[in-house]
């Protein structure tokens, strides 16, 4: 059975779809078996995967209007050695087709089920906003994992996004759990970024990763070559800080 988890922070640019690639790589590398969902219509985690998201026999999209299945509309990335269930602009049509469906924040977890014994982990890209998809993703999830930049505004906005996860576990998914709050593009020469870390362990404890991911240019530079950063450069620090986050989160799903 595969554990399922949503990469989410209603924030832009804070880290997500690097995160979700470089994760699947990571576990990738530790032979685990993944499947990384791209539920952002900015297809940016389908790119990253060396993947063309322009022209999509198959998408997200139709799999969750029930027009595809996930057997039919995944691909293989060969440059992190991870299966995708690939987006694009499409996907934000969904938003507003769903409406109408039954059924409509069980979609994604419903497809799913019927690839569940084939994967040890599935990540989910979410899109930054607390919308119908990103909620798809939450009930699919058994738990999230929250990128933060650690600076002066990356609490702000955190309790719109755990109240959502608390309400979605009351009504939706009593499995839903927040697995942890990962610090990434983590620049330890910055007084603040110190503090800001130092800050998120004494308020959040054990719910704070171990793993720091840093600011790396690496991890920036590899999507443009189709590639996540833990395949284009294994040994930058990047990437193995990514690959010791795959270590970190093999072990924690062994406790649940
Ligand atoms: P999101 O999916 O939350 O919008 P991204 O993962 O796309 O965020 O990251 C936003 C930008 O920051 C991208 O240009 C990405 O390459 C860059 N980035 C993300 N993580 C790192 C890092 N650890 N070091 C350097 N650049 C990073
Ligand atoms: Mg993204």
Known sequence: MAKIFCVA???????????????????AKLNQRVLLVDLDPQGNATMGAGINKAGLQASTYEVMLGNSDVVTAR??????????????RELA????EMVQL????????DALAAVDKEYDFVLIDCPPALSMLTLNGLCAAHGVIIPMQCEYYALEGLSDLVNTIKKVHANLNQDLKIIGLLRVMFDPRMTLSQQVSAQLEQH????????????NVRLAEAPSYGMPGVTFDPASKGAQAYIAFG????????KM
């Open 247 to 254: 270590a970190e989160m093999v072990k924690r799903i062994k």
């Open 93 to 96: 049509g969904a938003e507003v």
């Open 9 to 27: 922070n209603q924030k832009g640019g804070v880290g997500k779809t690097t995160t979700t690639v470089n994760l699947a790589a990571g576990l």
């Open 102 to 109: 039954d059924n409509r924040e069980r979609r994604l977890k």
């Open 204 to 215: 959040f404890g054990d719910k704070v990763f171990k793993t720091i991911i840093p600011r």
């Open 75 to 88: 691909q293989r990335s060969e440059a992190g050695r991870f299966d995708v269930l690939p987006a694009n």
